[in-house]
């Protein structure tokens, strides 16, 4: 506290502030360690209930997948057949003009 231009140090008022000081500092740190395990937790969570939760859901995509290549698979066979058919059919005669 400054009186009359001079500086003087008050002891208590300097450890009253210290001590709230310290203890808000301490209530921040809990806030903080309380928040950081909360977004760890949920960070895990996320890691582990997709895999979960949605297993039926990605299994759906997954054999929408296979019957799509499978239907692929079957339609580039089928072309293939019908390639080997042109190549061993004789080309039809053309009519005259």
Sequence with gaps: ???????????????SASGRLSARLAEIEARRRSAQDAVDALVEAWRENPVVQHQHRWREVDDAAHDVVDALSSLLGAIDLAREEVAVSPPAPRSAP
């Design 1 to 15: 506290m400054i009186l009359s231009g001079y500086l003087t140090a008050d002891s208590v008022d300097r450890a």
